[in-house]
């Protein structure tokens, strides 16, 4: 209880230092010269389609099964990609229920329409993991629940080569 209020008050302090509101004008004002700069440089850039790359071979059996360890890896992986997150697949530990469970996707989830009629396909599912918002159907835009997911390579959170071994994984997963 004592830690919890400590927490607040530390937390309070910092944001007074950030930001502080001129009751008189009626706008915020940031005390911290870069406050502004900071908190900018969380909102991420507008969605963005994407192709798969001639060198993520997904239409290969060989391939997939290739990738799919490093796939799982980063899955798994809480400081990079952090699916596990949300989702849960065969082998993940403390994974969560937010998203959907990944167990058998190829045969259960990949096959189920998606909303806006949009048709599951490999390259729905490599842009689902880079930048799932260019999927989402307009009347959803502002449905918060359709906007969680990580933009994964738009914001540089994850490379070309990993979104394929990630997509690789989830095509396992039979």
Same mark, same amino acid.
């Given at each position: 209880?004592?830690?919890?209020y400590?927490?607040?008050?530390?937390? %309070?302090?910092?944001?007074l *230092?950030l930001? #502080?509101?001129?009751?008189?004008?009626?706008?915020?004002?940031?005390e911290?010269?870069d406050?502004?700069?900071?908190?900018?440089?969380?909102?991420?850039? %507008?969605?963005?389609?994407?192709?798969?790359?001639?060198?993520?071979?997904?239409?290969?059996?060989?391939?997939?099964?290739?990738?799919a360890?490093? %796939?799982?890896?980063?899955?798994?992986?809480?400081?990079?990609?952090?699916?596990?997150a949300?989702?849960?697949?065969?082998?993940?530990?403390?994974c969560?229920?937010?998203?959907?469970?990944?167990?058998?996707?190829?045969? #259960?989830?990949m096959?189920?329409?998606? *909303? %806006?009629?949009?048709?599951?396909?490999?390259?729905?599912?490599?842009?689902?993991?880079?930048?799932?918002?260019?999927?989402?159907?307009?009347?959803?835009?502002?449905?918060?629940?359709?906007?969680?997911? #990580?933009?994964?390579?738009?914001?540089?959170? *994850?490379?070309?080569?990993?979104?394929?071994?990630?997509?690789?994984?989830? *095509? #396992?997963?039979?």
């Amino acid at each position: 209880m004592r830690m919890n209020y400590l927490y607040s008050l530390i937390a %309070g302090v910092i944001g007074l *230092l950030l930001i #502080t509101a001129d009751s008189k004008a009626g706008k915020i004002e940031f005390e911290h010269p870069d406050a502004k700069e900071i908190m900018l440089k969380d909102i991420p850039p %507008g969605p963005r389609h994407y192709a798969i790359p001639s060198n993520c071979k997904l239409d290969n059996p060989d391939f997939i099964k290739k990738m799919a360890p490093k %796939g799982k890896k980063l899955f798994n992986n809480k400081k990079a990609a952090n699916c596990v997150a949300c989702h849960c697949a065969p082998g993940s530990k403390g994974c969560g229920n937010i998203g959907p469970n990944l167990a058998h996707y190829k045969n #259960t989830l990949m096959k189920a329409p998606y *909303l %806006g009629g949009q048709k599951k396909t490999v390259s729905w599912l490599f842009q689902r993991v880079a930048d799932y918002r260019v999927q989402i159907p307009p009347e959803y835009k502002n449905e918060p629940y359709f906007n969680i997911m #990580t933009v994964n390579l738009t914001t540089g959170k *994850l490379s070309y080569d990993d979104v394929c071994a990630i997509t690789a994984f989830l *095509l #396992t997963l039979e």
